[in-house]
């Protein structure tokens, strides 16, 4: 299940959208393997007193497999252009969100089987009310970190180009309302409410400004 597109800010993009590394479905997918296993065994034999209790061994263990699937789809670890934002939960749902700009470190650990199977776990420090989150069964936990740094940095990038816009707007603002002072000064000239030297000495007073 994908992150509902609906709950994303305005012009806020989405770079990586992960359920949790496949090696989340081992506990209950080795002990279904081994209940079916079993179950085929004392189904082979004439002991017919154990084979109520292997169906149920494997009935539980279905329900126990569907209950990890129903768990991993609506698990989802997002990185944006704006957030890193963690859901989880079937039915009563639980979030944590971080914004870029509050992201401090981000490191992963790995263990020489999680390396080859590319699982491990993520743990990311930041300014935000959580302090430190971890985050295991993490899919190519390196490769999220190095997308995340970059996300961080184009975030930065963007808030000072809105800054540098900003400051150029009102400079340009600035200008453009120099030419009507000068005009409602020449009307107070014609008016003989300022003098020609007063207005010529205002007049370059405006015109050294832009």
Not at 2 to 19: S, V
Not at 176 to 195: C, F, Y
């Amino acid at each position: 299940m994908p992150f509902p597109r609906k709950l994303l800010n305005d012009n806020e993009e989405i770079a990586l959208d992960l359920h949790p590394h496949w090696w989340f479905f081992a506990p209950p997918l080795a002990a279904l393997i081994g209940s079916i296993v079993l179950g085929a065994v004392v189904w082979s034999t004439d002991i017919d007193w154990l084979r109520i209790p292997a169906g149920i061994l494997i009935l539980g263990c279905l329900v126990w497999f569907g209950l990890r699937y129903a768990r991993w789809i609506t698990t989802n670890f997002v990185v944006t252009s704006d957030r890193l934002i963690y859901r989880h939960g079937v039915l009563a749902k639980h979030g944590i969100e971080i914004p870029l700009e509050r992201v401090n470190t981000v490191f992963f650990r790995q263990s020489l089987f999680e390396r080859m199977v590319g699982s491990g776990d993520l743990v990311i420090e930041s300014a935000s009310e959580q302090g430190r989150q971890a985050f295991s069964n993490v899919r190519h936990p390196d490769a999220i970190q190095s997308e995340i740094y970059r996300q961080v940095e184009a975030n930065e990038n963007r808030k000072f180009d809105r800054v540098g816009a900003s400051v150029a707007a009102a400079d340009d603002d600035r200008e453009a309302s120099i030419p009507a002072q000068i005009r409602e000064l020449d009307e107070l000239r014609k008016q003989g409410l300022l003098t020609d030297a007063e207005f010529a000495a205002k007049k370059q007073e405006l015109l050294d400004r832009m």
